[in-house]
């Protein structure tokens, strides 16, 4: 999953069956987030371990998501949680 396409590219890691257009790597992400996390230090190293990302490079694909229709259509209770969270988070600064 370390491949050098750039997954914000359309059509980036398409994959056949999938009618929302998202590639495996952005429905990885979106997956990911679904879970609960003990710690952050725990998501992190699985970040690292299943999807071969830096911390860095999951928060940047995760952010482009929330602002992706597709994304909110693969995965719409997700997307909208995560963009109240980051709403919220923007508002307290």
């Given at each position: 999953?370390?491949?050098?396409?750039?997954?914000?590219?359309p059509?980036?890691?398409?994959?056949?069956?999938?009618?929302?257009?998202?590639g495996e790597?952005?429905?990885?992400?979106?997956?990911?987030?679904?879970?609960?996390?003990?710690?952050?230090?725990?998501?992190?190293?699985?970040?690292?371990?299943?999807?071969?990302?830096?911390?860095?490079?999951?928060?940047?694909?995760?952010?482009a998501?929330?602002?992706?229709?597709?994304?909110?259509?693969?995965?719409?209770?997700?997307?909208n949680?995560?963009?109240?969270?980051?709403?919220?988070?923007?508002?307290?600064?």
């Amino acid at each position: 999953m370390t491949g050098t396409t750039d997954a914000s590219a359309p059509g980036a890691d398409d994959a056949p069956g999938d009618d929302t257009g998202l590639g495996e790597r952005e429905r990885a992400v979106l997956a990911f987030e679904r879970r609960s996390w003990p710690g952050p230090g725990a998501k992190e190293r699985a970040v690292r371990e299943r999807l071969g990302l830096s911390a860095t490079r999951y928060y940047q694909l995760l952010n482009a998501l929330l602002d992706d229709p597709r994304a909110l259509a693969h995965d719409p209770v997700t997307v909208n949680r995560l963009r109240r969270v980051r709403a919220e988070k923007e508002q307290r600064r």
